[in-house]
Protein backbone atom coordinates (compact mmCIF):
# COMPACT_ATOMS: atom_id res chain seq x y z
CA UNK A 1 0.00 0.00 0.00
CA UNK A 2 1.24 3.47 -1.10
CA UNK A 3 2.78 5.69 2.25
CA UNK A 4 0.51 8.65 1.52
CA UNK A 5 -2.50 6.98 1.82
CA UNK A 6 -2.65 5.71 5.69
CA UNK A 7 -0.76 7.17 8.43
CA UNK A 8 -0.85 5.77 11.97
CA UNK A 9 -3.01 7.81 14.66
CA UNK A 10 -0.27 7.97 16.69
CA UNK A 11 1.39 11.11 18.14
CA UNK A 12 2.29 13.57 15.22
CA UNK A 13 6.38 13.43 15.98
CA UNK A 14 7.19 15.55 13.19
CA UNK A 15 6.05 18.57 15.28
CA UNK A 16 8.08 17.44 18.33
CA UNK A 17 11.13 17.02 16.05
CA UNK A 18 10.83 20.34 14.13
CA UNK A 19 10.01 22.39 17.28
CA UNK A 20 12.94 20.87 18.62
CA UNK A 21 14.94 21.86 15.70
CA UNK A 22 13.54 25.48 15.99
CA UNK A 23 14.78 25.58 19.53
CA UNK A 24 17.90 24.41 18.66
CA UNK A 25 18.26 27.43 16.10
CA UNK A 26 16.97 29.79 18.94
CA UNK A 27 20.13 28.87 21.37
CA UNK A 28 22.25 28.77 18.12
CA UNK A 29 21.73 32.13 17.05
CA UNK A 30 21.74 33.40 21.10
CA UNK A 31 24.94 32.58 21.27
CA UNK A 32 26.51 33.53 17.93
CA UNK A 33 29.28 36.19 18.32
CA UNK A 34 27.85 38.57 16.05
CA UNK A 35 31.42 40.61 14.64
CA UNK A 36 32.93 36.72 13.81
CA UNK A 37 29.82 35.66 12.07
CA UNK A 38 28.16 35.75 8.53
CA UNK A 39 25.59 38.43 8.14
CA UNK A 40 22.48 35.76 7.19
CA UNK A 41 22.88 33.90 10.21
CA UNK A 42 22.08 36.97 12.51
CA UNK A 43 19.11 39.75 12.76
CA UNK A 44 18.67 42.32 10.11
CA UNK A 45 18.69 45.77 11.01
CA UNK A 46 15.07 47.42 12.20
CA UNK A 47 15.01 49.30 8.89
CA UNK A 48 17.22 47.16 6.34
CA UNK A 49 14.57 45.25 3.77
CA UNK A 50 15.91 41.47 4.50
CA UNK A 51 16.31 38.48 6.87
CA UNK A 52 18.65 36.22 8.50
CA UNK A 53 18.28 32.80 9.96
CA UNK A 54 17.69 34.59 13.54
CA UNK A 55 14.75 36.76 11.78
CA UNK A 56 13.20 33.03 11.13
CA UNK A 57 13.99 30.93 14.05
CA UNK A 58 11.79 32.97 16.71
CA UNK A 59 8.45 32.66 14.57
CA UNK A 60 9.16 29.55 13.64
CA UNK A 61 9.03 28.63 17.41
CA UNK A 62 5.65 30.75 17.60
CA UNK A 63 4.20 28.60 14.55
CA UNK A 64 4.72 25.44 16.29
CA UNK A 65 3.25 26.79 19.77
CA UNK A 66 -0.06 27.59 17.58
CA UNK A 67 0.09 24.28 15.36
CA UNK A 68 0.09 22.77 19.17
CA UNK A 69 -3.39 23.97 20.15
CA UNK A 70 -5.84 22.13 18.26
CA UNK A 71 -4.02 18.35 19.66
CA UNK A 72 -3.30 20.45 23.44
CA UNK A 73 -7.28 21.16 23.37
CA UNK A 74 -8.11 17.74 22.19
CA UNK A 75 -5.91 16.23 24.93
CA UNK A 76 -7.74 17.88 27.54
CA UNK A 77 -11.38 17.07 26.09
CA UNK A 78 -10.19 13.88 26.53
CA UNK A 79 -9.52 13.40 29.69
CA UNK A 80 -13.29 15.34 30.51
CA UNK A 81 -12.10 19.15 30.68
CA UNK A 82 -15.09 21.38 29.91
CA UNK A 83 -14.30 24.51 27.61
CA UNK A 84 -14.21 27.02 31.23
CA UNK A 85 -11.61 24.67 33.00
CA UNK A 86 -9.68 24.32 29.46
CA UNK A 87 -9.81 28.31 29.24
CA UNK A 88 -9.06 28.84 32.74
CA UNK A 89 -5.91 26.87 32.18
CA UNK A 90 -5.25 28.69 28.76
CA UNK A 91 -5.51 31.80 31.40
CA UNK A 92 -2.99 30.91 33.84
CA UNK A 93 -0.47 29.46 31.45
CA UNK A 94 -0.84 32.77 29.40
CA UNK A 95 -0.47 34.72 33.15
CA UNK A 96 2.20 32.71 33.83
CA UNK A 97 4.41 33.38 30.80
CA UNK A 98 3.66 37.31 30.97
CA UNK A 99 4.84 37.43 34.37
CA UNK A 100 8.48 35.57 33.94
CA UNK A 101 8.90 37.55 30.44
CA UNK A 102 8.53 40.41 32.30
CA UNK A 103 10.93 39.69 35.10
CA UNK A 104 13.57 38.18 32.52
CA UNK A 105 13.30 41.37 30.50
CA UNK A 106 13.70 44.11 33.66
CA UNK A 107 16.92 41.76 34.71
CA UNK A 108 18.86 43.61 32.73
CA UNK A 109 17.91 46.66 33.96
CA UNK A 110 18.68 45.68 37.70
CA UNK A 111 20.76 48.73 39.60
CA UNK A 112 23.41 46.63 41.90
CA UNK A 113 23.89 49.94 44.21
CA UNK A 114 20.12 50.30 44.88
CA UNK A 115 18.84 46.63 44.64
CA UNK A 116 21.88 45.29 46.91
CA UNK A 117 22.53 42.64 44.05
CA UNK A 118 23.88 42.54 40.81
CA UNK A 119 21.03 41.80 37.92
CA UNK A 120 23.45 38.27 37.01
CA UNK A 121 22.62 37.24 40.41
CA UNK A 122 19.40 38.21 40.31
CA UNK A 123 18.53 36.68 36.88
CA UNK A 124 20.13 33.64 38.57
CA UNK A 125 18.12 33.27 41.31
CA UNK A 126 14.81 34.50 39.34
CA UNK A 127 15.52 31.45 37.33
CA UNK A 128 15.65 28.77 40.02
CA UNK A 129 13.00 29.99 41.39
CA UNK A 130 10.89 29.65 38.19
CA UNK A 131 11.95 26.23 38.54
CA UNK A 132 10.78 25.43 41.94
CA UNK A 133 7.40 27.11 41.41
CA UNK A 134 6.65 25.60 37.60
CA UNK A 135 8.66 22.24 38.31
CA UNK A 136 6.56 19.55 37.15
CA UNK A 137 7.58 17.34 40.06
CA UNK A 138 7.26 13.36 40.80
CA UNK A 139 4.14 12.23 41.83
CA UNK A 140 5.34 9.79 44.90
CA UNK A 141 3.36 10.67 47.15
CA UNK A 142 6.16 10.29 50.19
CA UNK A 143 7.62 13.92 48.76
CA UNK A 144 4.52 15.81 48.08
CA UNK A 145 5.25 18.04 51.65
CA UNK A 146 8.75 18.60 50.06
CA UNK A 147 7.86 19.51 46.27
CA UNK A 148 4.85 21.86 48.08
CA UNK A 149 7.91 23.68 50.22
CA UNK A 150 9.40 24.23 47.36
CA UNK A 151 6.76 25.78 45.41
CA UNK A 152 5.91 27.96 48.41
CA UNK A 153 9.99 28.89 48.61
CA UNK A 154 9.74 29.71 44.74
CA UNK A 155 6.92 32.22 45.18
CA UNK A 156 8.47 33.91 48.22
CA UNK A 157 11.58 34.21 46.27
CA UNK A 158 9.77 36.03 43.02
CA UNK A 159 8.27 38.41 45.84
CA UNK A 160 11.14 39.46 47.24
CA UNK A 161 13.23 40.15 43.63
CA UNK A 162 10.04 42.07 42.77
CA UNK A 163 10.14 43.43 46.21
CA UNK A 164 13.73 44.85 45.99
CA UNK A 165 14.07 45.43 42.31
CA UNK A 166 15.44 49.12 41.25
CA UNK A 167 16.58 50.21 37.99
CA UNK A 168 19.56 52.84 37.60
CA UNK A 169 16.29 55.25 37.13
CA UNK A 170 15.00 54.67 40.69
CA UNK A 171 12.00 52.86 38.84
CA UNK A 172 10.35 49.41 39.33
CA UNK A 173 9.60 47.10 37.01
CA UNK A 174 8.63 48.11 33.42
CA UNK A 175 6.31 46.07 30.79
CA UNK A 176 8.21 47.18 28.06
CA UNK A 177 7.93 44.71 24.88
CA UNK A 178 6.63 42.03 27.37
CA UNK A 179 10.10 39.61 26.70
CA UNK A 180 10.45 36.12 24.28
CA UNK A 181 8.22 34.46 27.16
CA UNK A 182 5.83 37.55 27.01
CA UNK A 183 5.64 37.42 23.40
CA UNK A 184 4.48 33.82 23.38
CA UNK A 185 2.17 34.16 26.06
CA UNK A 186 0.01 36.65 24.31
CA UNK A 187 0.62 35.10 20.59
CA UNK A 188 -0.84 31.70 22.58
CA UNK A 189 -3.27 33.23 24.13
CA UNK A 190 -5.07 34.54 21.09
CA UNK A 191 -4.70 31.37 19.12
CA UNK A 192 -6.51 29.40 21.98
CA UNK A 193 -9.20 31.55 22.71
CA UNK A 194 -10.35 31.58 19.63
CA UNK A 195 -10.26 28.61 18.74
CA UNK A 196 -12.01 27.38 22.58
CA UNK A 197 -14.43 29.83 21.19
CA UNK A 198 -15.41 28.71 18.07
CA UNK A 199 -15.38 25.13 19.07
CA UNK A 200 -12.42 24.31 16.87
CA UNK A 201 -14.48 25.54 13.13
CA UNK A 202 -11.77 26.14 10.93
CA UNK A 203 -13.31 28.98 9.26
CA UNK A 204 -13.87 31.31 12.07
CA UNK A 205 -10.14 30.35 12.87
CA UNK A 206 -9.01 31.53 9.44
CA UNK A 207 -10.96 34.74 9.89
CA UNK A 208 -9.61 35.22 12.96
CA UNK A 209 -5.89 35.17 11.65
CA UNK A 210 -7.28 37.32 8.79
CA UNK A 211 -8.26 40.03 11.52
CA UNK A 212 -4.89 39.79 13.06
CA UNK A 213 -3.10 39.90 9.49
CA UNK A 214 -5.12 43.28 9.02
CA UNK A 215 -4.19 44.96 12.01
CA UNK A 216 -0.74 43.84 11.66
CA UNK A 217 -1.24 45.69 8.47
CA UNK A 218 -2.96 48.70 9.91
CA UNK A 219 0.04 49.09 12.61
CA UNK A 220 2.52 49.94 9.67
CA UNK A 221 0.25 53.00 8.67
CA UNK A 222 -1.14 56.04 10.30
CA UNK A 223 -4.22 54.09 10.45
CA UNK A 224 -2.82 51.46 13.63
CA UNK A 225 -5.22 50.51 16.23
CA UNK A 226 -4.48 52.13 19.52
CA UNK A 227 -6.80 52.41 22.66
CA UNK A 228 -5.55 55.02 25.44
CA UNK A 229 -4.26 53.28 28.83
CA UNK A 230 -4.59 49.80 28.05
CA UNK A 231 -3.35 49.98 24.64
CA UNK A 232 0.24 49.63 25.92
CA UNK A 233 -0.33 46.88 27.52
CA UNK A 234 -2.68 45.13 24.62
CA UNK A 235 0.05 46.38 22.51
CA UNK A 236 0.93 42.92 21.07
CA UNK A 237 -2.57 42.15 20.25
CA UNK A 238 -3.68 45.41 18.50
CA UNK A 239 -0.40 45.12 16.38
CA UNK A 240 -1.15 41.83 15.33
CA UNK A 241 2.17 40.46 14.19
CA UNK A 242 2.63 37.74 17.02
CA UNK A 243 -1.01 36.35 17.23
CA UNK A 244 -0.85 36.24 13.15
CA UNK A 245 1.90 33.78 12.78
CA UNK A 246 0.34 31.68 16.07
CA UNK A 247 -2.50 31.60 14.45
CA UNK A 248 -1.00 30.31 11.70
CA UNK A 249 0.55 27.56 12.68
CA UNK A 250 -3.20 26.68 14.33
CA UNK A 251 -4.85 26.66 11.07
CA UNK A 252 -2.24 24.28 10.13
CA UNK A 253 -2.34 22.05 12.90
CA UNK A 254 -6.05 22.00 12.81
CA UNK A 255 -5.64 20.36 9.03
CA UNK A 256 -2.66 17.86 10.22
CA UNK A 257 -5.25 17.10 12.77
CA UNK A 258 -8.06 16.43 9.91
CA UNK A 259 -6.58 15.12 7.51
CA UNK A 260 -4.28 12.81 9.37
CA UNK A 261 -5.56 9.50 7.71
CA UNK A 262 -4.82 10.98 4.44
CA UNK A 263 -1.67 12.62 3.88
CA UNK A 264 -1.46 12.88 0.38
CA UNK A 265 -4.58 15.31 0.25
CA UNK A 266 -2.78 17.16 3.44
CA UNK A 267 0.51 17.47 1.65
CA UNK A 268 -1.30 19.63 -0.94
CA UNK A 269 -2.95 21.92 1.21
CA UNK A 270 0.43 22.50 3.17
CA UNK A 271 2.02 22.93 0.32
CA UNK A 272 -0.26 25.45 -1.51
CA UNK A 273 -0.82 27.30 1.71
CA UNK A 274 2.70 27.89 2.30
CA UNK A 275 2.83 28.73 -1.27
CA UNK A 276 0.58 31.59 -0.86
CA UNK A 277 1.56 32.88 2.65
CA UNK A 278 5.27 32.85 0.96
CA UNK A 279 3.84 34.75 -2.36
CA UNK A 280 1.74 37.12 -0.65
CA UNK A 281 4.44 38.35 1.59
CA UNK A 282 6.39 39.50 -1.03
CA UNK A 283 3.97 40.85 -2.76
CA UNK A 284 3.19 42.73 0.71
CA UNK A 285 7.24 44.00 0.58
CA UNK A 286 6.21 46.55 -1.72
CA UNK A 287 4.42 48.61 0.58
CA UNK A 288 6.33 47.16 3.66
CA UNK A 289 9.89 46.18 3.98
CA UNK A 290 10.97 42.65 5.93
CA UNK A 291 11.70 43.87 8.83
CA UNK A 292 11.66 41.32 12.49
CA UNK A 293 12.17 44.59 14.72
CA UNK A 294 9.71 46.75 12.82
CA UNK A 295 7.16 43.14 12.98
CA UNK A 296 5.77 44.10 9.78
CA UNK A 297 2.96 41.78 7.74
CA UNK A 298 5.26 40.93 5.32
CA UNK A 299 7.73 39.33 7.10
CA UNK A 300 5.22 37.44 9.40
CA UNK A 301 3.45 35.79 5.83
CA UNK A 302 6.92 35.12 4.53
CA UNK A 303 8.21 33.26 8.24
CA UNK A 304 4.71 31.62 7.65
CA UNK A 305 5.31 30.08 4.25
CA UNK A 306 8.91 29.12 5.21
CA UNK A 307 7.69 27.42 8.43
CA UNK A 308 5.35 24.94 6.28
CA UNK A 309 7.53 24.29 3.76
CA UNK A 310 10.18 23.38 6.03
CA UNK A 311 7.42 20.91 7.85
CA UNK A 312 6.50 19.22 4.83
CA UNK A 313 9.77 17.27 4.47
CA UNK A 314 10.04 16.91 8.03
CA UNK A 315 6.11 15.41 8.44
CA UNK A 316 6.44 13.33 5.20
CA UNK A 317 9.47 11.45 6.35
CA UNK A 318 8.97 10.95 9.74
CA UNK A 319 5.18 10.53 10.14
CA UNK A 320 4.59 9.35 6.52
CA UNK A 321 7.64 7.46 5.74
CA UNK A 322 8.50 6.20 9.19
CA UNK A 323 12.04 7.01 9.05
CA UNK A 324 12.82 8.13 13.20
CA UNK A 325 16.73 7.20 12.45
CA UNK A 326 18.41 10.23 14.28
CA UNK A 327 15.42 12.29 15.56
CA UNK A 328 15.52 11.37 19.31
CA UNK A 329 17.38 14.66 20.35
CA UNK A 330 14.82 17.00 18.66
CA UNK A 331 12.11 15.28 19.60
CA UNK A 332 12.73 15.09 23.69
CA UNK A 333 13.52 18.85 22.90
CA UNK A 334 10.60 19.96 21.05
CA UNK A 335 8.56 17.48 23.84
CA UNK A 336 10.90 19.94 26.77
CA UNK A 337 10.52 23.38 25.28
CA UNK A 338 10.75 25.47 28.13
CA UNK A 339 12.87 24.07 29.95
CA UNK A 340 15.25 23.45 26.40
CA UNK A 341 15.09 27.11 26.15
CA UNK A 342 15.59 28.75 29.76
CA UNK A 343 17.81 26.00 31.02
CA UNK A 344 20.78 27.12 29.68
CA UNK A 345 20.90 30.81 30.67
CA UNK A 346 21.69 29.93 34.02
CA UNK A 347 25.21 28.66 32.76
CA UNK A 348 25.44 31.97 31.01
CA UNK A 349 24.80 33.92 34.53
CA UNK A 350 27.50 31.51 36.28
CA UNK A 351 30.49 32.28 33.35
CA UNK A 352 29.59 35.34 33.42
CA UNK A 353 29.40 35.95 37.21
CA UNK A 354 32.63 34.52 38.04
CA UNK A 355 34.43 34.92 34.49
CA UNK A 356 34.45 31.36 33.53
CA UNK A 357 36.09 31.51 30.12
CA UNK A 358 33.51 28.85 28.51
CA UNK A 359 32.53 30.76 25.44
CA UNK A 360 36.40 31.65 24.04
CA UNK A 361 35.56 29.92 21.25
CA UNK A 362 33.87 33.79 20.80
CA UNK A 363 36.72 35.37 18.82
CA UNK A 364 36.46 38.50 16.57
CA UNK A 365 37.89 37.62 12.99
CA UNK A 366 37.44 33.65 13.75
CA UNK A 367 34.30 33.21 11.43
CA UNK A 368 34.61 29.40 11.33
CA UNK A 369 35.83 28.53 15.39
CA UNK A 370 32.49 31.14 16.44
CA UNK A 371 29.90 29.25 14.42
CA UNK A 372 31.49 26.05 15.22
CA UNK A 373 31.46 26.81 19.22
CA UNK A 374 27.67 28.04 19.00
CA UNK A 375 26.45 24.69 16.79
CA UNK A 376 27.86 22.46 19.49
CA UNK A 377 27.19 24.75 22.38
CA UNK A 378 23.26 24.56 21.26
CA UNK A 379 23.67 20.93 20.48
CA UNK A 380 25.43 20.35 24.32
CA UNK A 381 22.15 22.35 25.39
CA UNK A 382 19.83 20.29 24.03
CA UNK A 383 21.32 17.10 25.88
CA UNK A 384 21.61 19.16 28.97
CA UNK A 385 17.66 19.71 29.05
CA UNK A 386 17.23 16.02 28.40
CA UNK A 387 19.84 14.92 31.18
CA UNK A 388 17.56 17.31 33.66
CA UNK A 389 14.65 16.03 32.95
CA UNK A 390 16.03 12.52 34.01
CA UNK A 391 16.51 14.24 36.90
CA UNK A 392 12.97 15.63 37.49
CA UNK A 393 13.74 18.67 36.46
CA UNK A 394 10.90 19.77 34.05
CA UNK A 395 9.50 23.15 33.34
CA UNK A 396 5.71 22.65 32.37
CA UNK A 397 3.38 25.59 33.02
Not at 112 to 136: C, E, K, Q
Amino acid sequence: MNALQTVPTIRIRSMDVMRGFTLFLMLFVNDLFIPGVPKWLVHTEADEDGMGLADWVFPGFLFMVGMAVPYAVAAREKIGSSATVIFVHVLLRTLSLLLIGVLILNGARVSPDLTGMSHLLWLALLYVFVFLIWNRYPKDKQYQSIYKGGRIAGIMGIIYLIYIFKASDGKGLEVGWWGILGLIGWGYFAAASIFLLCRGRIMVVACGWLVFLILNILSQTEFKVEFPGIGRYLHVLLAGNIPCIVLGGTIIGMLMKRYAATPRVLLRFLLVIGMIWLVTGFVLRFWFILSKIHGTPSWALVCCGISVLLLIPIYYFIDVKGYHRGIGLFEEAGKNSLTTYLAPDLIYFVCWGFHIPLFFYKQPGHMVLAVAGSLLWALAMLWYAILLKKLNVYLKL
